[in-house]
């Protein structure tokens, strides 16, 4: 069955430093990734996606991930974090046969001056 | 552009009574459609999924019900809530083609006393 494991519930960086939040999956078949962001009472939104192209995926807000396929992994990281990246933020996994997204449980990202 | 919309932000109901809540796209056609819920500190549960018009899967036994009347129109319902029907309702919508990410609403606070 398709999974996915996002290591550490919370991580906390100084502003500047570089933020790095972990993704494991699992897929018997090629997977579709995804990385999204919630900010305090609001909706979800689509940071970035990989979808069998580059391996190394630019988002927005200066987010990127790399697809390792060896260690079925997609973690997501920025070089210098800022204040507004405190957030939850959220890995998901489409197992490709399906439209149901399988999320991680989230880690909240806290960013101190 | 597509647009997704939720209403109300913020229900306050008592136990007993009942819910309706709306969520409705522009701008794109036959989308896929989901309702989540998000419950404090914990991940997203998808509660329903629907490929077209009175199309509803549910993927948890529980206390709530939805429909879809229209194309673009999603409903969340429930004849008589319970405290443990309190979280963070959340609807998406993706394309109807296989592997497309879920674009998120801004969600529903809802809170039973």
């Known amino acids: 069955a398709q999974s996915v494991t996002q290591l550490g519930s919370h991580v906390s960086v100084s502003e500047g430093a570089l933020v790095l939040l972990r993704c494991n999956y699992s897929?018997?078949?090629?997977?579709?990734l995804f990385w999204y962001v919630q900010y305090p009472n609001q909706g979800l939104q689509l940071l970035l996606k990989y979808t069998s192209a580059a391996t190394l995926v630019k988002g927005i807000n200066g987010f990127e991930a790399e697809f390792k396929k060896s260690e079925t992994s997609f973690h997501l990281t920025k070089p210098s974090a800022h204040m507004s990246d405190a957030a939850e933020y959220f890995c998901?996994?489409?197992?490709?046969?399906?439209?149901?997204?399988?999320f991680g449980t989230g880690t909240r990202l806290q960013v101190f001056p | 552009s597509q647009t997704i919309h939720q209403w109300p932000a913020t229900l306050v109901q008592p136990v007993g009574s009942p819910l309706s809540l709306e969520c409705t796209v522009e701008g794109t056609s036959n989308p896929n459609l989901y309702w989540y819920r998000q419950a404090a500190g914990r991940g997203l549960q998808l509660l329903f999924y629907?490929?077209?018009?009175?199309?509803i899967s549910s993927e948890v036994p529980q206390n709530l019900s939805a429909s879809r009347p229209q194309d673009r129109q999603f409903i969340l319902s429930s004849k008589k809530l319970l405290l443990s029907d309190s979280g963070f309702y959340l609807c998406?919508?993706?394309?109807?083609?296989?592997?497309?990410?879920?674009?998120f609403g801004d969600g529903t606070r809802l809170s039973i006393l």
């Open positions: 897929s018997s078949v090629p997977p579709y």
């Open positions: 998406a919508w993706s394309r109807s083609t296989l592997n497309q990410p879920q674009h």
């Open positions: 629907s490929v077209g018009i009175g199309q």
């Open positions: 998901a996994v489409l197992p490709g046969d399906t439209d149901k997204l399988i």
